[in-house]
C-alpha cells in the first residue's frame, strides 16, 4: 500500500482504490472480454447503434431514472433511483436492488457494445457495493413498479484510476420456481470517473440548432402592410412557453454553445409579432393572436445569443444534398440557394442585432459526397459540417474535427457517436439518463485517448424535440463544469490544426447512404419551382410594385427545398402545389373579359376589348392585340392586327377600342391576347366573331333622300292650305279677288297647288335616284372613307 502511495500525482485513497480495482480488473478480464467480444477495430469507428435489450433480459426490468453527479468527484454522493417491475408470472421474494461496479472500459468501442447489452443478466454485473447500500422489497408482485432510491459515497464505489466505469443496478431474489438467490434483472449505465482537473482538455463544441419546418405561405394580405398569412399555428405552439423551442432558448442561454439558425425562423416570428392570419383546414383565414408570445420569444433569444457565436443556414435550411442529386440539372437551382443565403443579411442581424457567421453548409446529418460539398461551396460557403460516419479515419483514437478537403474548403467533421446520443424517445427518465451517461462516457474516453489536445464537434439532430433538448442541455452542463473538457466555438474548431493522419478525402457518391437517399427530394420538385419562377419572372415585369409579388414568393421558394420536407413527401408535394395554385390565381387577376359575337353595321367602327384588373396593385408594360383571322373580310387598324398600351389601376378595369374596317359582309374570327413589352404572351387569350352586315352609302343617300321629300312635302301643303285659306276670306260675292302672291284674277282652281306638289315631289324623287353607271356624274360630293365615330353603334 505505501508502495501505491508513492506514485506520483497518486493521493493515499486513489492509490488504494488503484490496487483493489486492477485486482479485480484481473480477474474479471475474461468475464468482460466474454460480454463485449470486441473486434480488432480503430476506437474511433462509426457507432450509431442505440442501446437496446438483449436476450438474456431477465424476467424483472430495471430502470434508471436518475443518475446525480453524472460525473462524481471526490467527495461526492452518487444517488441513484429508478424503478423495477415484475414482468413474470410468478411473486419475487427477498428481492434486492444492490449497485454493482465493473472494471473500466477503454475504448469508445467498448461503450457501444456495453449500451447494446445494457439489459442481459448473463454478462458480469462487476462487483456488488453492498452492506447498507442498497434497498429491500419483501415481495415484488408480478406487474407493478416499486421505485428505489440509494446513496452511496464515491469513496465507497472504490474506483481506481481515470475512465469510465461501468456502473450495474441489478434486481435479485428468489421464485418459487427457483428459490434461490440470483440476478434476475439488470441496467448497465456509465460512470464517468475523471476527479481532477485533466493536464491537457479536449476543446468541446457543440451546436444549438434552432430550426423549425415551413410555416408561412406565400400568399400575403391585399392591405398596404401585406398582412403575412401562416400556414397554421404550430409556431406559436413551439415558442409559448414549455414548446419545443421556447426550451431551446431557455436551456441554451445557459450553457457555451454555438447557435446554428434558420433565417426563416427568425424571419416567422417576427411577422408574428404584427398583425397576421392563420389559414384553416378549408382555406378561410383568421386572425392570429400570439403577438405576445412571439415578442417574448425573440426577447428572450436577443439576450441568450447576445456575445455568442452564431452561425446562419442559408434562408429555409435548403437541402444540400437533394439539390446536389436531383437539383443541380435544373435551371434556377442554384440561383434559389444563392438567394437564400444573400438574404440572411435582411433577417438575423436586423432581428438579433447580431452579426452571423455565413461560411458553414450543414448537409444532412453530416452525410457527404463531391457533388455535396460543390453545391454548398457554389453558395459561398468554405466549411463544410461533415460526421465522422461519413469521413471515417483508420485510427486508433479520434482526430480533431477540421481538415482540409481541396479546393480551400474545410471539413469540420462532427463526432458520430457524441452527435446521434440523443437521438430516439426520450420521454421516458430512463432514456435520458442513459444517453446522458453515454454522452459523457464517450467523452471521457476520447480525452483519454491521447496526450495531445484535440477539437472535437458535437452536431446533433437539427429539431430536438423538448426531451431531447433538457438531456442535452443536462449532458452539456456537466460536461461543462467537469474536468476534462472546455467549450470552443465552431470558428475556432474549424481553424485548429487539422492531424495530418486524418482522413481528408471525400467520400465517392457511392458511399452515400441509401437511407438517406430515399428521403431526397425528387427531381419533379425542383422542376416545379423551376416553373413557378418562370411565371414569376412573367408576372413581375407587369407589376407596378414588383416588391410586394417578388419578395414573398421568392422565400417561399426557399422554404419548397427545405431539409425538413424530408419523410413528408405528401405534405411538400401540397405545399408546393399552393404557392404554385396562389401564383396563378394572381396572373389570372389580369385578364381579357369575355365577348359574345358582335355585329358590325356599317363598313367602319371601333369594337371595345376590356382589360380587367383584379389586383391590389396596377399593370403596366402590357400590350394588347387585336387581330383578325379573316383580313381579306376585315381589317383591325388598316391590317391583320393592331397593339395598344395597356395600364390598369388596380381594382379597376379598362376598355380599349379598336378600329375596324369592313371590306365585305360575312363573319370574320377575330382574337385578343395580351403580351408583355418583350413579346411573351400574357394569360389567356379571348376570341369572338365579328359579323358584318354593311349598307352601302348610296342606299343610306336614297333612304335619306327620300325622308327629306317627305319632310319637304308636308311643309308645302302646310303652306299651300294656310294661303287657300286666306284666298278664300278675301274673295268677294262674284268670285273675284285680288292678286295675292303672284296670282291674277280668275276663278281659284284649289287642284293646282296639289298637282304642282306632286310634279315636284317626281321631280326631286328621280333627281335622288341610284344612278347606274352610264349615268351622268352626279352633282354632290363623293363618299367619306374617314373610320366612323365613336359614337356608332357595335352591337354585343
Known amino acids: 500500500m505505501a508502495e501505491a502511495a508513492d506514485f506520483q500525482g497518486t493521493s493515499a485513497s486513489p492509490a488504494r482504490r488503484w490496487l483493489r480495482r486492477t485486482g479485480a480488473l484481473l480477474a474479471g478480464a475474461p468475464l468482460l472480454a466474454g460480454l463485449i467480444q470486441l473486434p480488432a477495430t480503430p476506437a474511433d469507428a462509426a457507432g450509431r447503434e442505440a442501446p437496446q435489450a438483449a436476450a438474456g433480459s431477465g424476467t424483472v426490468s430495471v430502470a434508471v431514472d436518475s443518475l446525480s453527479p453524472s460525473a462524481p468527484s471526490e467527495g461526492d454522493t452518487v444517488t441513484v433511483t429508478g424503478r423495477v417491475t415484475n414482468n413474470g408470472k410468478q411473486a419475487v421474494t427477498d428481492a434486492h436492488v444492490d449497485l454493482r461496479v465493473g472494471p473500466p472500459l477503454d475504448t469508445r468501442a467498448s461503450i457501444d457494445t456495453l449500451a447494446r447489452k445494457s439489459t442481459d443478466v448473463q454478462g458480469p454485473a462487476g462487483e456488488t457495493v453492498g452492506g447498507k447500500y442498497a434497498e429491500t422489497f419483501p415481495k415484488l408482485t408480478p406487474g407493478v413498479a416499486e421505485p428505489f432510491h440509494i446513496s452511496v459515497p464515491a469513496d465507497e464505489l472504490d474506483l481506481g484510476a481515470d475512465g469510465v466505469y461501468q456502473l450495474g443496478v441489478t434486481l435479485s431474489g428468489k421464485t418459487p420456481a427457483q ?171 436586423t432581428i438579433l442585432h447580431v452579426k452571423p457567421s455565413t461560411d458553414f453548409a450543414w448537409p444532412v446529418e453530416g452525410a457527404v459526397d463531391p457533388s455535396i460539398v460543390k453545391v454548398a461551396t457554389s453558395s459561398g460557403a468554405d466549411k463544410v459540417i461533415a460526421r465522422s460516419d461519413s469521413f471515417k479515419d483508420d485510427l486508433s483514437y479520434t482526430p480533431s474535427a477540421a481538415r482540409p478537403i481541396g479546393g480551400g474548403t474545410t471539413a469540420v467533421v462532427a463526432d458520430a457517436r457524441m452527435s446521434t446520443a440523443f437521438q430516439g424517445n426520450l420521454t421516458r427518465a430512463s432514456a435520458s439518463t442513459l444517453a446522458v451517461q453515454r454522452f459523457l462516457a464517450q467523452s471521457l474516453t476520447l480525452g483519454l485517448q491521447t496526450g495531445k489536445q484535440r477539437s472535437v464537434v458535437v452536431a446533433p439532430q437539427r429539431m430536438p424535440t423538448v426531451h431531447q433538448a433538457q438531456a442535452m442541455a443536462e449532458a452539456l452542463t456537466t460536461l461543462q463544469n467537469g474536468t476534462w473538457s472546455e467549450s470552443q466555438d465552431l470558428t475556432a474548431a474549424a481553424k485548429a490544426k487539422p492531424d495530418t493522419a486524418a ?294
Open 179 to 349: 428459490p434461490w438467490d440470483r440476478v434476475l434483472g439488470i441496467q448497465r449505465t456509465f460512470l464517468p470517473w475523471q476527479p481532477e482537473e485533466a493536464s491537457t482538455k479536449t476543446r468541446t463544441t457543440f451546436l444549438w440548432p434552432l430550426i423549425s419546418s415551413a410555416h408561412m405561405a406565400a400568399e400575403t394580405g391585399s392591405n398596404e402592410q401585406q398582412t403575412p398569412v401562416f400556414r397554421d399555428d404550430e409556431l406559436a405552439k413551439e415558442i409559448a412557453p414549455g414548446g419545443r423551442l421556447d426550451q431551446m432558448v431557455s436551456l441554451g442561454k445557459e450553457l457555451d454553445i454555438t447557435w446554428v439558425i434558420d433565417p426563416d425562423l427568425l424571419a416567422s416570428v417576427d411577422a408574428m409579432t404584427k398583425t397576421y392570419e392563420v389559414q384553416g383546414p378549408d382555406g378561410t383565414t383568421t386572425e392570429g393572436g400570439n403577438q405576445a408570445v412571439a415578442n417574448r420569444w425573440l426577447a428572450e433569444l436577443q439576450r441568450a445569443v447576445a456575445g455568442k457565436e452564431v452561425v446562419a443556414l442559408p434562408y429555409g435550411d435548403p437541402d444540400l444534398a437533394s439539390i446536389a442529386h436531383n437539383g443541380t440539372n435544373v435551371t434556377g437551382t442554384l440561383s434559389h440557394l444563392k438567394e437564400a443565403t444573400d438574404v440572411i443579411e435582411n433577417t438575423i442581424p
Open 503 to 796: 482522413q481528408t478525402k471525400v467520400p465517392p457518391d457511392s458511399a452515400y447512404p441509401p437511407s438517406l437517399r430515399k428521403h431526397e427530394l425528387p427531381r419533379s420538385a425542383f422542376e416545379q419551382i423551376a416553373e413557378t419562377q418562370d411565371k414569376l419572372d412573367k408576372f413581375k415585369v407587369i407589376l407596378t410594385r414588383q416588391s410586394r409579388v417578388v419578395t414573398p414568393f421568392g422565400r417561399a421558394m426557399n422554404r419548397e427545398m427545405s431539409t425538413s420536407w424530408r419523410g413528408k413527401g405528401i405534405a411538400a408535394v401540397e405545399y408546393r402545389d399552393g404557392i404554385e395554385s396562389y401564383l396563378d390565381g394572381l396572373i389570372d387577376g389580369v385578364k381579357l373579359i369575355e365577348k359574345s359575337e358582335t355585329k358590325l353595321s356599317g363598313r367602319s367602327a371601333t369594337i371595345p376589348v376590356t382589360v380587367q384588373n383584379n389586383l391590389v396593385q396596377g399593370v403596366e408594360h402590357l400590350k394588347l392585340r387585336l387581330t383578325s383571322k379573316n383580313p381579306t373580310r376585315l381589317k383591325i387598324g388598316g391590317d391583320a392586327y393592331e397593339e395598344q398600351q395597356v395600364t390598369v389601376n388596380g381594382g379597376h378595369s379598362q376598355s380599349v377600342k379598336f378600329t375596324t374596317s369592313a371590306n365585305a359582309n360575312g363573319q370574320a374570327e377575330v382574337v385578343a391576347q395580351l403580351y408583355t413589352e418583350d413579346g411573351q404572351r400574357y394569360g389567356a387569350p379571348v376570341t369572338f366573331d365579328v359579323k358584318v352586315t354593311e349598307i352601302t352609302a348610296t342606299v343610306m343617300l336614297v333612304i335619306g333622300g327620300g325622308v327629306l321629300l317627305l319632310v319637304l312635302a308636308g311643309f308645302r301643303m302646310y303652306t299651300q292650305r294656310k294661303r287657300a285659306a286666306r284666298e278664300t276670306a278675301a274673295d268677294g260675292p262674284d268670285g273675284v279677288h285680288d292678286e295675292v302672291d303672284g296670282t291674277v284674277d280668275g276663278p281659284r282652281n284649289p287642284e293646282a297647288p296639289a298637282d304642282r306638289l306632286q310634279e315636284e315631289s317626281e321631280a326631286g324623287a328621280r333627281a335622288d335616284a341610284p344612278q347606274q353607271p352610264s349615268d351622268p356624274a352626279p352633282d354632290t360630293a363623293p363618299e367619306s372613307t374617314d373610320p366612323s365615330g365613336t359614337g356608332e353603334r357595335v352591337d354585343r
